[in-house]
């Protein structure tokens, strides 16, 4: 179980104030990577446990270096600790296949970097002024950092699922919801809407500008695809008929004998799934976890249904037909809290479908934030008028056909590096990220 960190006030202009969101998320990210790094020995850290997944001891000094490049060297003009380790932990130098064979620091030599850079940092935003420039207007650079190390938080709790052996994470399983009663489907009206954000001071820059929508009238799911209706899918031979399957997706689990989602495995009449390091029954109520976009969309199709687009997405998120805008959240415009949302590593799991109704839209959708990252029909694409900030190889690198959006954060995912406007992406094989959809269909059919 772990904290979380404060979103940020878009109205709070006082520094006092912004400098206390930045420290609290910067301890609560650092705070969570020690947790991940620490339940497991030195031959865990150091091990590559998926040649999808970069060594835990990997993503630590990286975490350290990103935190040192932006925050003490572009921040505040300080000479570097160790220029000669910086390409060992450039992302897009090594893949991660072949990170364990670099020269990477040991799990002690690692913490000690990596504490060295937090407490210099610390230094530097006890006298951050918050202005001056794009990069420390309002924090951004300290939000950014927090925001990454977050982000490689939720990836060292993929490998954790990954690794094979007992159990090292624990946490309290989610309240216990009553089973949900309410419409399977829910109308988000035709019309216009402002999707992305400008006023949001720790966006990224896909998520920029803020600019006018027009989505004609469309349904869409009020919970996410359970395990129980995607188990009815694979018992009518969802993965054996092609006619389901875009003809990409169709080879790709045809040549890997894919027949049910990651770490599922049937054991005579019922399903069995590996979960950070426990064996246990599929829960039928949950949401649907660790399917790739090819997957959910060959539901969508065998249940008569599609993917919503991104832009459905965001607009069955934020617009409050009411007044008539756009909400940072579906509940509105405040900090998530553990009534709204499954956020933060509070759980080791989704929730139950129709968990948190103090987190439903206006409209009546439940678990658009949390739980389990949702694909969308989109492909990863700037925005209108986008521009990179403070660096390409965030975002513009990553945009065309190639990734897919995935939109709404996960259990894994802390509240700095979640909000309405936020855009994930990755390639359409992916399973091993904590996955799941809800689908939709239009107004007319």
Same mark, same amino acid.
């Given at each position: 179980?772990?904290?979380?960190?404060?979103?940020?006030?878009?109205?709070?202009?006082?520094?006092?104030?912004?400098?206390?969101?930045?420290?609290?998320?910067?301890?609560?990210?650092?705070?969570?990577?020690?947790?991940?790094?620490?339940?497991?020995?030195?031959?865990?850290?150091?091990?590559?446990?998926?040649?999808?997944?970069?060594?835990?001891?990997?993503?630590?000094?990286?975490?350290?270096?990103?935190?040192?490049?932006?925050?003490?060297?572009?921040?505040?003009?300080?000479?570097?600790?160790?220029?000669?380790?910086?390409?060992?932990?450039?992302?897009?130098?090594?893949?991660?296949?072949?990170?364990?064979?670099?020269?990477?620091?040991?799990?002690?030599?690692?913490?000690?970097?990596?504490?060295?850079?937090?407490?210099?940092?610390?230094?530097?935003?006890?006298?951050?002024?918050?202005?001056?420039?794009?990069?420390?207007?309002?924090?951004?650079?300290?939000?950014?950092?927090?925001?990454?190390?977050?982000?490689?938080?939720?990836?060292?709790?993929?490998?954790?699922?990954?690794?094979?052996?007992?159990?090292?994470?624990?946490?309290?399983?989610?309240?216990?919801?009553?089973?949900?009663?309410?419409?399977?489907?829910?109308?988000?009206?035709?019309?216009?809407?402002?999707?992305?954000?400008?006023?949001?001071?720790?966006?990224?820059?896909?998520?920029?500008?803020?600019?006018?929508?027009?989505?004609?009238?469309?349904?869409?799911?009020?919970?996410?695809?359970?395990?129980?209706?995607?188990?009815?899918?694979?018992?009518?031979?969802?993965?054996?008929?092609?006619?389901?399957?875009?003809?990409?997706?169709?080879?790709?689990?045809?040549?890997?004998?894919?027949?049910?989602?990651?770490?599922?495995?049937?054991?005579?009449?019922?399903?069995?799934?590996?979960?950070?390091?426990?064996?246990?029954?599929?829960?039928?109520? %949950?949401?649907? *976890?660790? &399917?790739?976009?090819?997957?959910? !969309?060959?539901?969508?199709?065998? #249940?008569?249904?599609? +993917? =919503?687009?991104?832009?459905?997405?965001?607009?069955?998120?934020?617009?409050?037909?009411?007044?008539?805008?756009?909400?940072?959240?579906?509940?509105?415009?405040?900090?998530?809290?553990?009534?709204?949302?499954?956020?933060?590593?509070?759980?080791?799991?989704?929730?139950?479908?129709?968990?948190?109704?103090?987190? %439903?839209?206006? *409209?009546? &959708?439940?678990?658009?934030?949390? !739980?389990?990252?949702?694909?969308? #029909?989109?492909?990863? +694409? =700037?925005?209108?008028?986008?521009?990179?900030?403070?660096?390409?190889?965030?975002?513009?690198?990553?945009?065309?056909?190639?990734?897919?959006?995935?939109?709404?954060?996960?259990?894994?995912?802390?509240?700095?590096?979640?909000?309405?406007?936020?855009?994930?992406?990755?390639?359409?094989?992916?399973?091993?990220?904590?996955?799941?959809?809800?689908?939709?269909?239009?107004?007319?059919?």
């Amino acid at each position: 179980m772990t904290e979380t960190s404060p979103a940020v006030d878009t109205g709070s202009a006082d520094p006092e104030v912004l400098r206390e969101r930045a420290v609290a998320s910067l301890v609560v990210a650092r705070d969570r990577t020690t947790l991940l790094t620490s339940c497991v020995e030195d031959p865990d850290l150091t091990a590559q446990h998926s040649p999808l997944m970069s060594p835990l001891v990997w993503d630590l000094a990286h975490i350290g270096n990103q935190e040192e490049q932006w925050l003490l060297r572009a921040v505040d003009g300080q000479e570097a600790i160790r220029p000669e380790i910086d390409s060992l932990y450039d992302a897009f130098e090594h893949p991660r296949a072949d990170r364990p064979k670099l020269p990477l620091l040991a799990p002690a030599e690692a913490r000690g970097y990596a504490a060295d850079v937090r407490g210099r940092a610390l230094d530097v935003l006890e006298k951050a002024s918050f202005h001056g420039t794009r990069l420390t207007e309002a924090g951004f650079a300290f939000g950014m950092i927090a925001q990454h190390e977050q982000q490689h938080d939720e990836t060292m709790l993929i490998t954790h699922q990954l690794r094979r052996g007992p159990q090292a994470l624990t946490a309290p399983d989610p309240e216990p919801a009553p089973l949900f009663t309410g419409p399977s489907e829910v109308l988000v009206p035709g019309g216009p809407f402002t999707m992305g954000t400008s006023g949001e001071p720790w966006a990224l820059d896909n998520e920029r500008p803020a600019h006018r929508r027009e989505v004609p009238a469309f349904w869409i799911d009020t919970t996410p695809v359970t395990n129980g209706a995607y188990q009815a899918f694979i018992e009518d031979g969802g993965y054996d008929d092609p006619r389901w399957w875009a003809p990409d997706g169709w080879a790709h689990i045809r040549r890997n004998s894919i027949a049910h989602p990651l770490f599922w495995r049937r054991d005579g009449s019922q399903w069995l799934r590996r979960r950070f390091g426990v064996t246990e029954v599929v829960p039928r109520n %949950e949401p649907v *976890l660790h &399917v790739c976009w090819y997957e959910a !969309d060959a539901y969508a199709r065998w #249940a008569g249904r599609r +993917l =919503p687009t991104e832009t459905e997405w965001e607009k069955a998120a934020r617009y409050d037909p009411a007044g008539d805008r756009s909400m940072r959240y579906p509940w509105g415009d405040t900090d998530p809290g553990p009534e709204h949302a499954n956020l933060g590593q509070r759980h080791l799991r989704p929730a139950p479908a129709g968990s948190y109704p103090a987190g %439903e839209s206006p *409209l009546g &959708v439940r678990q658009l934030i949390g !739980d389990v990252w949702e694909w969308t #029909a989109s492909d990863f +694409l =700037p925005y209108p008028g986008f521009r990179a900030f403070p660096y390409k190889e965030y975002s513009e690198v990553f945009f065309g056909s190639d990734h897919k959006v995935l939109r709404g954060g996960s259990f894994a995912v802390d509240p700095v590096a979640c909000r309405g406007t936020f855009r994930n992406w990755d390639y359409p094989i992916r399973r091993q990220i904590f996955s799941g959809f809800r689908t939709a269909r239009s107004e007319d059919l």
